[in-house]
């Protein structure tokens, strides 16, 4: 149908010639689709279509429903990555021209005195129909595409703007640059000085909207560029944020230099922030008694994010800020004040947990009377006191471990409350031309096959945060959170397939192995009363199966990885109570996983065949390979534990498994993937001993020529299983025993071997050696051996491996002095 397209643009002139643009407007909608969904259509044509998109787009007369459109369009192209990648790229003229227009629309913004209010519902004043429109594409555009198209772009256009005498062009410039930062951070790490000067002069500009656009581009860079901006620029940045804070004749200005301290100190190290606390925590005291609300919530944010960037170093400031933050918590009552009073929990807490129990304790009890007679008032569905309050309460459980135990029952009803809220959805048919109803931004809309769903995320973000909560009061807890588990495991456990939101998911896969752990904690010191193991065993038969079934289901790769994580810690604390049916399904699980994972790696390497595949495009595929390495890495860590728990009896289950392992040990496979084979093969030599045996033909080849790899990684996991195959190999190793020591050999003796990065090979073959002194003493020339071994002695690096090692040193120097002779 590739033909019909010249036709079917041909139309689309016609009614916006003929001045149809309603008409103009549905046809481009459904383009729009056609680009998401199926962007090679479009391939043979693209640099045609395309253009006639940036010509709509350019075309100052259409309206601007017309003009978002066309540029929706070209940015959906830009995203198609999976089904067209570099296919966008492959027109950097279309990239130009589409980030002009961008930058153009972001000068539709005006001087609204109502901006100048510092009101927060102000906060847009002034600006137009395009403006929010650019923003938001200029971000998504940089994330499609890349710095290496992007930043050229920009260094060509951004002076221009900034030499302009328009204060609208300059606004515009930084916030190009704020907006495109998430998807450059690489290439603009490169150009950071010319980037932060760039940025740095704005803050003298004469007109405040420009100084607000300066100081809210440091703070996006403060979270993108980050940790690098803060440790090459933290001598210009921060003062100029302090000063910024001087100015009393912008409020508006003065909370956002206060906010972007927030995001600086967020990815700070304390040795940074000490020298500029004192300017930073007086001029913060002086906005918290400033008359603007919003000054005094940017005020509380900032001295909150200081304090947790600080810890230790922030105690010297408590006395000064404490009664402060207390004046606001118990007089901000009015209901204008509801967000003040939400920050001011927040600072309280933090402040709290960095300076700790002791400095904080008095002020603790007071807060949390306060806190106490807010809980017992019934509160308004969209009252952010009740998230703010949450999470306070947790902070100060983590600040006061076991002495908050006494608060749990005043807390727990409300937070359980909370994660059990039912997601407010309305479900439609995509077809419908009945829109979901939304007079704000709280309802969010996806598409799902033939269904569009609206969901309200406030009701989801105060789920997910309960959620959260319930996951630190049991870690922070542990058995103290006992009596709790009965009600929060059959909240929690459903969720784990809550695929509304993926935080919330996050929080339940988390808490499984705490609420575990609370559980064995709790019957181990006897203080469950008249509960035993069968308890522990019942909830691991909850937790466990809910978790595998999950894992089956779960569409993240990212999420998979924190699955397994949370299944191998639940089964660590589970041990022998697991039986057979779970373990079957657990390999079965594990087995799908690898399955599933090598099915995107294959997908992912499709796309490199792709006509316009490029560089760029190989970066982003490096990056989702690498976090699919994390699941591999967590299967290894599974097996593992299957392997310690349960030994010989686990290696029925192998040998089903074992056909997926032994292709990782392939030389077309990442490192990652090596290492993790042998680390498998070295837990099955550890642990089942004789029962092993049956595998070394296979297996310790592998483990031969990986001893002498190119990563230190897969050398470390090769020597240590070298080792193990020494100790409990027998005569199945010995006709190996040459080529080990010569292998061996070559790892000590490599010139780097001591280096930093081979410092962990080398100490696990030192210690492989002296194994092989050891158990195979009749095997080897053992007057030149063991002086060699000797000679390597002390290691120091791995810590387990030097305990083994000079275990066997002092039972050597025993027996030496026991019977006068070398024997071993």
Known sequence: MQDLLPAMMRALTDCLNSSQEASAQEALELLVELAGAEPRFLRRQIADVAGAMLQIAEAAQLEDGTRHLAVEFVITLAEARERAPGMMRRLPQFVGRLFQVLMQMLLDVEDDPAWHTAETEDEDAGEGNNYGVAQECLDRLAIAIGGNAVVPIASELLPQYLSAPEWQKHHAALITLAQIAEGCAKVMLKNLEQVVSMILNGFQHPHPRVRWAAINAIGQLSTDLGPDLQVQYHQKVLPALANAMDDFQNPRVQAHAASAILNFSENCTPEILTPYLDGIVSKLLVLLQNGKQMVQEGALTALASVADSSQDHFKKYYDAVMPYLKAILMNATDKSNRM????????????????????????????????????????????????????????????????????????????????????????????????????????????????????????????????????????????????????????????????????????????????????????????????????????????????????????????????????????????????????????????????????????????????????????????????????????????????????????????????????????????????????????????????????????????????????????????????????FGGHTFRPLVGEALSKLNNVIRHPEAQHADNIMAYDNAVSALGKICQFHRDGIDAAQVIPAWLGCLPIKDDKIEAKVVHDQLCSMVERIGRTGSWTL
């Open 340 to 727: 003040l009073r939400a920050k001011s929990m927040e600072c309280i807490s933090l402040v709290g947990m960095a300076v700790g129990k002791d400095k904080f304790r008095d002020d603790a009890k007071q807060v949390m009377e306060v806190l106490m007679a807010l809980q017992g008032t019934p509160m308004e569905t969209d009252d952010p006191i009740t998230s703010y309050m949450l999470q306070a309460w947790a902070r100060l459980c983590k600040c006061l471990g076991q002495d908050f135990l006494p608060y749990m029952h005043v807390v727990m009803p409300p937070l359980l409350q909370s994660a059990q809220l039912k997601p407010d959805v309305t479900i439609t048919s995509a077809e419908s031309d009945d829109e979901i109803e939304s007079d704000d931004d709280s309802i969010e809309t996806i598409t799902l096959g033939d269904k569009r769903i609206g969901i309200r995320t406030s009701v989801l973000e105060e789920k997910a945060t309960a959620c959260n909560m319930l996951c630190c009061y049991a870690d922070e807890l542990k058995e103290g959170f006992f009596p709790w588990i009965d009600q929060v495991a059959p909240t929690l456990v459903p969720l784990l397939k809550f695929y509304f939101h993926e935080e919330v998911r996050r929080a339940a896969v988390a808490a499984m192995p705490e609420l575990l752990r609370s559980a064995k904690l709790a019957v181990e010191k006897g203080q469950a009363p008249g509960r035993d193991e069968s308890y522990v065993k019942q909830l691991s038969d909850f937790i466990i199966p809910a978790l595998v079934e999950a894992l089956h289901k779960e569409p993240e790769t990212e999420m998979c990885s924190s699955m397994l994580d949370s299944l191998n810690e639940c089964m660590q604390l589970s041990g022998c109570l697991l039986d057979e049916n779970q373990v079957r399904a657990i390999s079965d699980e594990i087995k799908n996983v690898i399955i599933a994972s090598a099915t995107r790696k294959r997908d992912r390497s499709e796309r490199t065949k792709a006509e316009d595949f490029d560089a760029d495009e190989g970066e982003l595929l490096k990056e989702e390979n690498e976090q699919e390495e994390e699941v591999f890495d967590q299967v290894g860590e599974c097996l593992g534990t299957l392997i310690k728990t349960f030994k010989a009896s686990f290696l029925p289950f192998f040998d089903e498994l074992s056909v997926y392992v032994t292709p990782m040990l392939g030389k077309d496979k990442t490192a990652e993937e090596r290492r993790i084979a042998i680390c498998i093969f070295d837990d099955i030599a550890e642990q089942c001993r004789e029962s092993a045996l049956k595998y070394y033909d296979t297996y310790v080849p592998f483990l031969l020529e990986a001893s002498n790899d190119d990563n230190s990684d897969v050398r470390q996991a090769a020597v240590y299983g070298l080792g193990v195959c020494a100790e």
